[in-house]
């Protein structure tokens, strides 16, 4: 052995490798049916943690402002200062708008209802037009 310091893509994971953790009996009901339990529980936790973020005012502005930084809702293409097209900058746009489409998604997979609240809060295209005024009898 060396005493040279490991490569940290060989330095030791604290987990250990997947053949050391343990595995779920799949044969034994009541392991099948706890490992079903916690799947459960920790998927109401993290739609419970969506919802409660998207319910509350602090939390809708901040979820509102980074679907509006990721330009979820618009397609970006780039172009440089002469006016030819950025093709690079263009597919990075896209990543970006990508990440935020499947955000936009996980909050309407775990609360619908407050996700459209908060569109007709911020979203233009949501807006209810004004009606119209009636005028007064001459």
């Known amino acids: 052995m060396t005493d ?12 250990g490798a997947p053949a050391e953790q343990p595995t779920v009996d799949a044969s034994n009901k009541t392991t099948h049916r706890s490992a079903q339990i916690k799947r459960i529980v920790e998927a109401e936790q993290v739609r419970r943690f969506w919802s409660n973020a ?27 200062p002469n006016g030819f097209p950025q093709p690079e900058a263009t ?3 896209a990543g970006e708008q990508a990440v935020g ?33 009636r005028k007064r009898p001459e």
């Open 4 to 15: 040279e310091p490991k490569p940290p893509n060989e330095e030791d994971d604290d987990d």
């Open 101 to 133: 489409l499947r955000l936009h998604r996980t909050f309407a997979r775990h609360d619908r209802e407050a996700l459209f609240a908060m569109h007709d809060k911020f979203d233009p295209a949501f807006a209810q037009p004004k009606p119209p005024r």
């Open 54 to 80: 998207l319910r509350d005012p602090v939390g809708q502005r901040v979820l509102w402002q980074l679907l509006a930084d990721l330009h979820t809702f618009e397609e970006r293409f780039a172009c440089g």
């Open 91 to 93: 597919w990075f746009a």
